[in-house]
């Protein structure tokens, strides 16, 4: 076994040694040599002096081997210059070298090195890169298996090139990117032919190199980004992708449903350093808006008034239709999106069980559970006037509805008119309505119930 923290120096002196027949291992550091010896039995270990004697006071390899290991092999350290004691030989005499290994005759008791045991690999104390780096010096083989508090994730091999990774939900170059730089976690070797689906084509080393570019500039990107980092980022309305780079299309097409970075980054496949690069240009330009996420839901109503909110929902239901009372809100698709997500940040609201549609139809945006079994369906009718036909289906049995901008206004009034719904005008209450304002949205909600309650009676 090799260990040096010079990842270059290795893979030079192990492809010499392997010229001579000997057949290498690689370590970056202690940790890492014990973690690959644990599995099987070395002849010699080589080791740089700056490993076996650290200069500053740090356990030598040697020394952890003996703590971790029942058996330890002999270990020769490789010097720069000349050689002093039994248990020192030039770095770049590799005669000497190869004579010393084989003076050192294979003790009965130290059982051959398994080829299909698996190999654990501390994050935090060696790098994903470096990993990758000596498993391609070795053209290995098998499966790395990587665990991490971020998630899980696989890096395939095939004779030392990467073949194919996967992390969480990413695949491929951008999973290994999002990989390179994990600070915490373990990474576990399986040697063996992995099943792949063959999607990187670029060697170890330049792979390596250039994962570790995008994660770093990534990184700094998002350092940059501050607050829009953590924040639920929207297209704003009437941001057109026309006559923009394709990337930025497809962030503002995507960002048509509000969504935080992270999100963001995960779903769309271009490099996450691209897509921060194009969010901050996009929200430079006024094409997108952020929303802050609120540190605390907010409540629907104080505990005094919530009996009063719970009649009123009961009421509103109304006799021959199956569920809870509905309130339908419409609004252009874009600001139904922003309102929507308001919503969700209510304390009695609940994600529906159906996702939203692809194209603008009415949905379901929350469910309001308000104790003792009541029930209120908040319901979103996009204002595309193509679906127009469909607007009455939505609207039968709705307690009200509640119109947020003036979006379709005739086609709306005469669908309500068919099924004999009531309108109540947002701004009428408010003036101008900010549906980005979870207090005006829930005071919103309770102005409906009670305006259908005053229809009713």
């Not at 990842?7 to 970056?28: F, K, T």
């Not at 952020?290 to 104080?302: D, F, K, N, P, W």
């Not at 559970?369 to 595309?384: I, R």
């Amino acid at each position: 076994m090799l260990v040096d923290q010079d990842v270059d120096s290795l893979s030079s002196l192990a492809g010499q040694l392997r010229e001579r027949g000997i057949r290498v291992s690689l370590a970056n550091g202690s940790q890492m040599a014990c973690e690959r010896a644990k599995t099987g039995g070395y002849d010699v270990v080589l080791a740089a002096r700056n490993v076996a004697e650290p200069d500053d006071g740090a356990m030598g390899v040697l020394d952890a081997m003996s703590i971790e290991l029942p058996d330890v092999p002999p270990m020769l350290v490789l010097v720069d210059g000349d050689a002093t004691g039994d248990l020192r030989v030039p770095r770049h005499d590799i005669d000497s070298i190869v004579l010393r290994i084989q003076s050192f005759s294979r003790s009965s008791e130290r059982p051959p090195t398994p080829s299909f045991v698996p190999s654990a690999h501390s994050l935090d104390h060696g790098a994903l890169g470096d990993l990758l780096v000596l498993l391609a010096t070795e053209r290995r083989s098998g499966t790395l298996t990587i665990t991490t508090p971020s998630g899980s994730g696989e890096v395939r091999l095939v004779d030392g090139d990467v073949v194919d990774a996967v992390f969480v939900r990413l695949e491929g170059k951008k999973a290994l990117c999002r990989m390179i730089g994990l600070p915490d976690g373990t990474a576990t070797f399986t040697p063996g032919a992995p099943a792949i689906m063959r999607r990187i084509h670029v060697g170890t080393r330049a792979l390596v190199a250039e994962a570790r570019e995008q994660y770093a500039r990534a990184a700094a990107l998002r350092e940059r980004a501050g607050q829009l980092a953590t924040s639920i980022l929207l297209s704003v309305e009437g941001a057109m992708v026309e006559d923009v780079p394709d990337i930025d299309g497809h962030v503002l097409t995507r960002l048509r449903v509000p969504a935080g970075l992270d999100e963001l980054l995960d779903e769309l496949p271009e490099t996450d350093g691209a897509l921060i690069e194009s969010v901050l240009r996009l929200h430079e330009q006024g094409r997108i808006r952020s929303l802050h996420a609120s540190e605390a839901r907010v409540q629907l109503c104080g505990a005094d008034q919530l009996h009063l909110v719970r009649a009123a929902a009961a009421r509103s239901k109304l006799p021959g239709y199956a569920g809870p009372a509905r309130l339908v809100f419409a609004a252009t698709p874009a600001r139904l999106a922003v309102f929507g997500h308001t919503v969700m940040s209510l304390a009695d609201a609940f994600v529906p069980q159906e996702p939203i549609p692809t194209v603008p139809v009415p949905y379901a945006i929350a469910t309001m559970k308000l104790g003792d079994g009541v029930e209120l369906d908040v319901v979103a009718l996009p204002l595309v006037p193509v679906y127009a036909p469909l607007w009455p289906l939505a609207l039968a049995g709705a307690a009200v509805l509640v119109r947020l901008d003036e979006a379709a206004s005739q086609s709306l009034e005469e669908a309500c008119t068919s099924v004999s719904v009531p309108i109540l005008d947002a701004r009428a209450i408010f003036g101008a309505f900010e549906e980005t304002s979870a207090i005006q949205v829930a005071s919103l909600i309770k102005s409906a119930l009670e305006a259908e309650g005053a229809v009713s009676a």
